[in-house]
């Protein structure tokens, strides 16, 4: 037995739509997240180039008057036709690859010691020096809210045996 097909889709009452010769912009991550790991990899300032390239694009065509950012429909007229929303990954992460692509501290979360979700959440890849660390770190935190805990809990326990 296979599992039903998806129904049709309705294209009147659709949102957008996105194909691979998609001419809207959605504020996406991938193309910055890929030229900060090339940077990463390579070294070489073309990638950082055209990341600067694409981040004045975004400035001039996508910034809002009242300071964020929205899609644009039909990219290849100009000016591109802005739309009326702006995506929660453009603050949470592509801004985030275009901050590390022009970040010029290599240990800024590095990548032998991180890796990204999907999100673009760093996380310790297990057992690096950095995840060793932090759970180190959040182990003697729970120790010290354990034993503060405690202590509290010793302490009305001993009011409540003193006002019987």
């Known amino acids: ?7 049709p889709l309705d294209y009147d009452n659709l949102l957008y739509t996105m194909s691979p010769m998609s001419n809207n912009d959605y504020l996406r991550p991938e193309v ?46 100009v000016p591109p036709h802005p739309a009326d929303k702006m995506e929660s990954f ?14 010029d501290d290599p240990d800024e979360i590095p990548l032998d010691q ?3 979700n999907t999100e673009a959440h760093p996380l310790p890849i297990w057992g690096s020096a950095h995840d060793v660390a932090v759970r180190a770190k959040l182990s003697r935190e729970v120790q010290q809210r354990m034993q503060a805990l405690d202590e509290l809990l010793r302490r009305r326990g001993s009011r409540r045996r003193g006002a019987a």
């Open 90 to 103: 453009w603050l949470a992460e592509t801004l985030k690859y275009f901050y590390l692509l022009f970040s």
């Open 114 to 116: 991180y890796v990204f």
């Open 1 to 7: 037995p296979h599992p039903p097909p998806p129904p």
């Open 32 to 77: 910055v997240e890929s030229l900060f790991y090339l940077f990463r990899a390579t070294g070489d300032p073309i990638y950082r180039e055209w990341g600067w390239s694409m981040f004045r694009a975004f400035e001039m065509f996508c910034k809002v008057p009242t300071g964020g950012y929205t899609v644009l429909n039909r990219v290849e007229e």
